[in-house]
């Protein structure tokens, strides 16, 4: 192998005291049963035990529902960042601009059509060329479930989700007695990749304590000609919540997290320098209040963003680009909002009614290092350049028809209000390039969006069967990067005329479950009226801007997971997204082709090995020039197909290693939806930006 794996040797070291610590440590720490009792521990065989399973497959749970566990091992190279856990589930795929912080992409739909909550909140980052989506700031495994439910096939989570909501959410269980648990895990691998996480919890029945840390890294990575890639990254969270549970119904809860990093982009002229998050959220939640009001829910929450690029940090400036100086752009984003929720109960129906609000302000400041001819960019104050705010009112329910039968429906309504304070008069020359001079014309828009769906599910006699076929229509008002962004025309009569999008579609699908056998299948069809389309320049100085058009969209996903017996299991995948700008007459842009996986595991109990085989389609269906907030179709690509390998062992029900091989072979590739590629000195020239080449990684997963 031509890759270096550096982390390797200081990861065996870990896995060494990890072992050793496994041997000193009981498998579990049990509290104390009566006060003046000392601490037993529990046989091995009662605690729940760590597989040695890397997961390749991922099927869905409900309809249009897929859940994940962000702590298993999972192939290709366990996720840095939400994205890359977000792209291991069929019908996803990442747009990649480096090492870290691609952007995920649902059905071919990327921006906020897909929406992203951390803990029930909303999250955005700050650049105007999406370096920093709100993925960037999420560790995957510092949560305990990951939920996605595809289409707009619900109302209680925000608005605008016409693409799917994605929920990335921690559990707080009420603790059955005294004690503590940590779990972690420890990565290393190819390129200095080196990732260390900690998830530690204590507490009593009456109350509890968790804090969460994680710290990655990453050197630049090289693709399969052994080309090296501008990429290397680094990032560090922790977060930290005090719980108050005096009875099993009862919870109120604080949370607290920090985090920050820098990350080398491959697509752009400047790098990510600083990825700052700061959050702040208290929940309350009261269960079994009556017969018919049975729960209520109420959340705040504050999150900050603070994001700065360069082109200084991570390399050297250009004198040949049109930046030929050290130069930084710092942009905040504070966001906050909150939500109440009642839960309603009746003997055949259930109803989740409640409101949400939230509000973000924008603000950017422009410079350049310490003594450069433009200035300290930190002595430079922060201009506001855009404020944007949502309230909105909903109510879901379920409705039992039988016993087999049921109706899940939901109504939602926003009142969305968005203010320019930096839109160029008329037509404007759009963008933010650091160069013009600021304009000072401010604006201001507000409309009310409609938004709903209707959903029959039947669950067959003759077999394990459930059928489900939905109509939704979801309104979404122009984000940020829409109306003000690097890729925009940022002037007032832009932001005025861009109408919102909205988005007709209908899901059908079915599910099938027995002891050895899951199976499913889900297809859309949709009609998007005012679909916003982003039309990049073919000259560098030229202008962007986004426009409105008609357009249809359809695709699915399909999936099994087979057992055929013995040790023996099969994960079997399929991926397909189209669209038409009927406007145009022309394709959509940024459209993944057809993607297939197919995963084989043997699973011994104590160890296991697998593979796993992935391949894309050539794509030729492009509109070159025209893509979303994050990229543009750069032409037609060549199919794919990539193969990894890898293996687990369980040392005890405390400790699991798991390794793998991605990119076996050795594969030269890059995928169809991606950023184009800037061409730096030292570093491979290449149209779109590579995949990894081959890639070792082995990690270690531990619970006490």
């Given at each position: 192998?031509k ?6 040797p200081?990861?065996?070291?870990c896995v060494?005291?990890l072992?050793?610590?496994?041997a000193?440590i ?6 104390t ?10 046989p ?9 399973v890397v997961?390749?497959?991922t099927?869905?749970d409900?309809?249009?529902t897929?859940v994940?566990?962000?702590k298993?091992?999972r192939q290709?190279v366990p ?10 589930i069929?019908?996803f795929?990442?747009?990649?601009k ?7 992409v649902l059905r ?13 909140g909303?999250f955005?980052?700050?650049?105007p ?9 999420i560790?995957?495994e510092?949560?305990d ?5 595809k289409?707009p096939?619900?109302?209680i989570h ?11 959410e ?7 007695d005294s ?8 990565i ?11 998830d530690?919890s204590?507490g009593t029945?009456d ?7 994680n ?6 990575y090289?693709?399969?000609?052994g ?7 680094e ?13 099993d ?7 607290a997290?920090?985090?920050d990093?820098h990350a080398?982009?491959?697509f ?10 700061e ?20 959340k705040a929450?504050h ?11 991570l390399r ?5 680009s049109?930046m ?17 929720a ?29 003594g450069?001819?433009?200035?300290d960019y930190?002595?430079v ?19 039992k028809?039988?016993d087999?039968?049921?109706?899940v429906?939901?109504l939602r309504?926003?009142?969305a ?6 839109l160029?008069?008329g ?5 933010m390039?650091?160069d013009?001079?600021?304009?000072s014309?401010?604006?201001?828009r507000?409309e ?5 769906f209707?959903r029959?599910e039947?669950d067959?006699?003759?077999s394990p ?15 940020y990067?829409?109306?003000f ?19 007709t579609?209908?899901?059908?699908g ?7 056998l ?6 859309y069809?949709?009609h ?11 000259d560098?100085?030229?202008r ?9 969209i359809?695709g699915?996903?399909?999936g099994?997971q087979y057992?055929p017996?013995?040790n ?8 397909c997204a ?15 082709p057809?993607e ?13 090995v697998g593979?796993l085989w992935?391949a894309?389609?050539a ?15 750069l ?11 890898n293996?687990?062992y ?5 400790l699991v ?5 991605d990119n076996?072979?050795?594969?030269t ?10 061409d730096?000195a030292?570093?491979v020239?290449t149209?779109?930006?590579n995949?990894p080449?081959?890639?070792?990684w082995?990690?270690a997963?531990?619970r006490?």
């Amino acid at each position: 192998m031509k890759h270096t794996t550096r982390s390797l040797p200081a990861a065996s070291a870990c896995v060494a005291l990890l072992v050793a610590a496994n041997a000193a440590i009981p498998p579990a720490r049990a509290g104390t049963e009566a006060a003046g009792e000392a601490a037993t521990a529990e046989p091995l065989d009662n605690v729940e035990r760590l597989e040695p399973v890397v997961v390749t497959g991922t099927p869905e749970d409900a309809p249009l529902t897929v859940v994940v566990d962000p702590k298993a091992p999972r192939q290709p190279v366990p996720a840095s960042d939400g994205a890359d856990l977000l792209k291991s589930i069929p019908g996803f795929s990442t747009i990649r601009k480096g090492g870290s912080n691609g952007d995920p992409v649902l059905r071919g739909m990327a921006g906020s059509r897909l929406n992203i909550l951390v803990d029930g909140g909303a999250f955005a980052g700050g650049c105007p060329s999406r370096m920093d989506p709100p993925t960037a700031y999420i560790a995957p495994e510092l949560f305990d479930r990951v939920t996605v439910i595809k289409g707009p096939q619900t109302v209680i989570h925000g608005p605008g989700n016409s693409a799917g909501t994605v929920l990335f959410e921690r559990e707080h269980a009420r603790r059955a007695d005294s004690g503590w648990s940590l779990d972690g895990s420890l990565i290393g691998g190819s390129h200095g990749r080196a990732d260390e996480t900690l998830d530690v919890s204590a507490g009593t029945p009456d109350g509890y304590a968790t804090l969460s840390a994680n710290h990655v890294r990453s050197g630049d990575y090289e693709d399969g000609n052994g080309d090296r890639v501008h990429s290397s990254y680094e990032r560090w969270n922790t977060d930290v919540s005090l719980g108050w549970t005096p009875d099993d119904d009862t919870r109120l809860a604080l949370g607290a997290g920090r985090g920050d990093g820098h990350a080398a982009y491959a697509f752009s002229s400047m790098d990510g320098a600083r990825f700052l998050r700061e959050s702040l959220g208290l929940e309350f939640e009261k269960r079994n209040l009556g017969e018919v009001f049975t729960r209520l829910q109420a959340k705040a929450y504050h999150h900050y963003a603070d994001h700065v690029m360069d082109n200084y940090t991570l390399r050297d400036p250009d004198p040949a680009s049109m930046m030929p100086m050290p130069m930084a752009s710092d942009v905040d984003r504070r966001t906050t909002g909150g939500r109440v929720a009642g839960t309603f109960e009746w003997r055949d129906l259930r109803l989740v009614a409640g409101v949400d609000v939230s509000q973000n302000v924008h603000s950017v400041r422009n410079g350049g290092p310490p003594g450069s001819a433009m200035g300290d960019y930190r002595r430079v104050p922060r201009v506001r350049d855009a404020r944007m705010s949502t309230a909105g009112a909903f109510a879901e329910a379920v409705s039992k028809i039988d016993d087999r039968q049921r109706i899940v429906s939901g109504l939602r309504l926003d009142r969305a209000h968005a203010r320019g304070y930096a839109l160029a008069a008329g037509d404007g020359a759009g963008g933010m390039g650091m160069d013009e001079p600021r304009p000072s014309v401010a604006a201001s828009r507000g409309e009310t969006l409609p938004s709903g769906f209707v959903r029959w599910e039947r669950d067959l006699t003759s077999s394990p069967t459930t059928l489900y076929a939905g109509v939704g229509h979801v309104a979404r008002f122009p984000d940020y990067w829409e109306l003000f962004g690097q890729h925009v025309d940022a002037s007032v009569s832009s932001f005025v005329r861009l109408d919102a999008e909205r988005t007709t579609q209908l899901d059908v699908g079915a599910r099938y479950g027995d002891g050895r056998l899951k199976a499913w299948v889900s297809g859309y069809v949709g009609h998007v009226s005012d679909f916003i389309l982003l039309h990049y320049p073919a000259d560098p100085m030229g202008r962007a801007y986004a426009s409105s058009v008609a357009a249809t969209i359809a695709g699915g996903e399909a999936g099994l997971q087979y057992a055929p017996g013995g040790n023996w299991k099969l994960d079997a995948s399929l991926a397909c997204a189209w669209g038409r700008n009927d406007t145009g007459h022309r394709p959509l842009p940024q459209l993944p082709p057809l993607e297939a996986r197919l995963g084989l595991t043997y699973d011994a109990g104590a160890w296991s090995v697998g593979a796993l085989w992935r391949a894309a389609t050539a794509q030729h269906r492009v509109a070159v020039g025209e893509g979303n907030i994050v990229g543009q179709d750069l032409g037609p690509s060549g199919g794919f197909g990539v193969l990894s390998l890898n293996g687990g062992y369980r040392l005890s029900g405390n400790l699991v290693l798991t390794a793998g091989i991605d990119n076996v072979l050795d594969k030269t590739y890059a995928e169809h939806v991606n950023a184009a590629n800037q061409d730096l000195a030292g570093y491979v020239e290449t149209t779109r930006v590579n995949e990894p080449g081959r890639t070792v990684w082995l990690k270690a997963n531990f619970r006490f």
